[in-house]
């Protein structure tokens, strides 16, 4: 009899219902840490004993479920951290889930030097993780999904900026050409060797922009910055527009419009590397301008909740037989020593992944039967990626 060899197939999908099914929403607030800001301490509202536990519930209150309230991140660098209701599943060649914000494209976008559409787009770079401990904290590894800008040179890395606390009673500096600036040199802020300024405070906005729940006198907040995306169309202070970029940040364009929705293959690891994630359970989104407008005053993403976009999509385990699989890739052996040997109806391109998500090979494999070397691969569990599926082999 023909000796047959077992592979399970990873990351099957079914489409089915279930106890959860329909259940989309994020259902937890694990941290609020916002940068200072104009809407910091309003959305949501700070109390005088309230802590970091207790803003973190409040924000939860606003946006969890199908609530519609809004939390400012403040300016560059103020983050939150949330989990979804049931794993958001990497569903092939589409998007999976996307934040919702507050953007809006303007009326009017008299800009002609660009065919990017704008508005109020104040974008928030989004960073997702996987419950890979299953203790149900975002204690695992953080992933960046690379938005349109990630790989452009106008995007700053490795970008840290400074807060320092501001002292709420000092004489005020207004701005004479500028009434509704009341004090221009209220939290003055530095960066590691890209300028320095200050967080204005305006008329508009009368409470203390610093986060009153952080004992901090300092506050850091480091990542990537993108570049500036307003315009003063009017040319005079009295109208801009904010330019959405192109794919890939919240709060960067209306909740309704495709280009607010996210791929977890976009996911990169700190390297840059793109790293293979079947589903996810955790969000972190952090303001990634860092900018000021005129009378809209500074650029500060805002959250009104996240939506996964395949809310009955499950992984599964599924055992297939080998030579058996839909998608025309047969493998000779689901264990290797040195070798991978597998058959492909077509020429295609292959990747391989280490059972944490970061890709270890990318191959193309020709039509017939083929070899991978994977001497160089250290013993354990890899994932073999297609366009369509994927499949797991051990290497011994």
Known sequence: MRKQFFLSACVALCLQGSAMAGSRYISKVFEYRPAPGQFVNKLPAYADGDTPETMAAKAEASIAGTNRGLVSLGGYGGYIVVGFDRPVVNVPDTTDFRILGNAFWSAANPNTTTSRRGGSSEPGIVLVSADVNKNGLPDDEWYELAGSEYHSAATIRDYRISYFKPDENKVPTPDAQRA??????????????????YVYRNSFHKQSYWPQWLPDDELV????????????????????????????????????????????????????????????????????????CGWLGETSTEIMGAENLHPDAVLTSVDRLVGETAFQLKFMSGRVADVLKLESSADQSVEIFDITGRRTMSVDLPQGVSTIDCTMLPPGIYLLKTVQTSYKFIKL
């Open 180 to 197: 509704y600036l009341t004090d221009t040199t209220y939290v003055r802020w530095t960066t590691n060797g890209h300028g320095s300024g």
């Open 221 to 292: 907040f480091a990542g990537s910055r993108l570049a500036d995306n307003y315009v003063d169309e009017s040319g005079n202070g009295s109208y801009f527009v904010q330019y959405a970029y192109d794919w890939g940040y919240a709060d960067n364009a209306p909740n309704a419009d495709r280009m607010s929705e996210l791929d977890i293959d976009w996911a990169v690891d700190a390297s840059g590397n793109r790293v293979y994630l079947a589903s996810i359970d955790f969000v972190k989104v952090y303001t990634a301008v860092n900018q000021y």
